[in-house]
T-cell receptor, first 109, second 117 residues
Framework: GQNIDQPTEMTATEGAIVQINCTYQ??????LFWYQQHAGEAPTFLSY??LDGLEEKGRFSSFLSRSKGYSYLLLKELQMKDSASYLC??????????WGAGTKLIIKP | GAVVSQHPSRVICKSGTSVKIECRSL??????MFWYRQFPKKSLMLMATSNEGSKATYEQGVEKDKFLINHASLTLSTLTVTSAHPEDSSFYIC?????????????FGQGTRLTVV
């Protein structure tokens, strides 16, 4: 079957760095996405990785290792507004998105 | 990026009535749109894939007679929750990809919070 695993909840301190991991097992692979979702709102796109390596975009970076079925989202210089759920999703061979359950990130002052 | 508009953002309806949710791609044509349901503190659950000009493809366990999907044009898909019951209360989200541009990113509507009383 298809499976996406990510931690349920993480806590970090304002100004610090946090890494949210995601491991996956899917039927085929056409890219991995990270989305941010604030409570009561729809997800917003953060990053897309289809090749191995690190993609940096401002305070957020995303890493992918296809051979290991592993990705992480790195958030630097954490701000209170970064408190949200972070969803990992993999596009399978049918170009459908398979979603992880999301990681709730709590930022403390 | 591309814009997907979903309406209404919130709706409260009485048990037994039907509710229609619209999803529009504003600046691109979407031959395929996706409808998701999200329970509190849970991830997105794909309900169905909406195909322009043909029948929607429903995921296993989703009642097609209860969740009617119509994709009459390249920019509009609708989800109608028929004979709604309190257990249908949820957050419904649509998304679309601009496949003509070869985009892989899915753009989401704002979501609809449905409460059935």
């Amino acid at each position: 079957g298809q499976n996406i695993d990510q931690p349920t909840e993480m806590t970090a301190t304002e100004g610090a760095i946090v890494q949210i991991n995601c491991t996956y097992q899917t039927s085929g692979f056409n890219g991995l996405f990270w989305y941010q979702q604030h409570a009561g709102e729809a997800p917003t796109f953060l990053s897309y990785n289809v090749l191995d390596g690190l993609e940096e975009k401002g305070r957020f970076s995303s890493f992918l290792s296809r051979s290991k079925g592993y990705s992480y989202l790195l958030l630097k210089e954490l701000q209170m507004k970064d408190s949200a759920s972070y969803l990992c999703a993999v596009m399978d061979s049918n170009y459908q998105l398979i979603w992880g359950a999301g990681t709730k990130l709590i930022i403390k002052p | 990026g591309a814009v997907v508009s979903q309406h209404p953002s919130r709706v409260i309806c009485k048990s037994g009535t039907s509710v229609k949710i619209e999803c529009r791609s504003l600046d691109f044509q979407a031959t395929t749109m996706f409808w998701y349901r999200q329970f509190p503190k849970k991830s997105l659950m794909l309900m169905a894939t909406s195909n322009e000009g043909s029948k929607a493809t429903y995921e296993q366990g989703v009642e097609k007679d209860k969740f009617l999907i119509n994709h009459a044009s390249l920019t509009l898909s609708t989800l109608t929750v028929t004979s709604a019951h309190p257990e249908d209360s949820s957050f419904y989200i649509c998304s679309a990809r601009d496949t003509d541009r070869g985009d892989t990113e899915a753009f989401f509507g704002q979501g609809t919070r449905l409460t059935v009383v």
